[in-house]
């Protein structure tokens, strides 16, 4: 459910990579357990932005808080209090199921005895119990996908950052990862998404869509719709895509 309660405010976050302005000037709020999505075509400063924000890289000016913590001084309190899912499989392989839940948990910090409790509920949730033992390599694709959201909320963090992460998997098990999103934002997770899929932008609170850089549009899908006179967000974003002058 969202709440009033800002988790992310950035005012004016700039990133230059010497004459080359990646991240330009911008300024937006994300409230607890909002599912923002944040668009954009190659090239138009999305991961530079997300990696500011994941306390990866610090920004060049302007400002910005992350579960309440600093983006220049607090970027160790900043890791310990989000989730990360990259688009490319984040746990793994060589390991068993069980032994990358335990490996990620002992990294959140959790004690022994909850991460004894939300492995068990995990795998039971996830119906892995028979593939509790198997090495995560000879999952599915989308059971990977599935496995890695749920160890990148184990902790219950403020934030979870997911970078497309139901590239590459079929529609059946993309519905399935976005009501696993749902259930998380129930929580009072924030969820902050990045897709290529213009229908799941259809799935967000909001949506900003960047464009060279600078964050072009960001309100509700349906606001969106209704502004550019169009019936579906692909056709927002084509409008407002077609007109970068730079790519990756």
């Not at 991961?47 to 220049?72: E, H, K, Q, W």
């Not at 993309?174 to 009501?179: G, S």
């Not at 290529?196 to 600078?214: F, L």
Request: charged letters at 25%.
């Amino acid at each position: 459910m969202v709440s009033e309660e800002k988790v992310i405010v950035c005012d004016k976050l700039t990133k230059r990579f010497g004459d080359f302005i990646a991240t330009n000037e911008i300024t937006f709020e994300v409230n607890k357990g909002e599912i923002f999505g944040f668009l954009g075509a190659n090239g138009a400063g999305k991961t530079t932005a997300m990696r500011m924000l994941c306390g990866l890289s610090s920004p060049t000016s302007g400002n910005a808080t992350i579960a309440g913590f600093d983006v220049y001084r607090q970027t160790e309190d900043i890791k310990r209090n989000i989730g990360y899912m990259s688009q490319k499989f984040s746990l793994y392989e060589n390991l068993t199921v069980l032994e990358n839940i335990e490996f990620f948990g002992g990294i959140y910090g959790l004690s022994d005895q909850q991460l004894k409790t939300k492995t068990a509920e995990l795998v039971d949730r996830l119906g892995l119990k028979s593939e509790a033992k198997k090495l995560v390599g000879s999952l599915p694709l989308g059971w990977k996908q599935k496995l890695s959201f749920s160890v990148a909320v184990l902790h219950e963090p403020k934030i979870v950052f997911l970078d497309e992460p139901t590239g590459g998997v079929d529609p059946v098990t993309r519905r399935q990862f976005w009501d696993m999103i749902y259930e998380a934002a129930e929580r009072g997770i924030t969820v902050f998404v990045t897709t290529h899929y213009m229908d799941e932008a259809e799935y967000c609170n909001r949506i900003s869509i960047m464009v060279d850089g600078k964050m072009e549009v960001l309100d509700t899908p349906a606001n969106l719709k209704n502004t550019f006179n169009v019936g579906s967000m692909d056709e927002v974003f084509y409008q407002l895509a077609r007109g970068a002058k730079r790519a990756d």
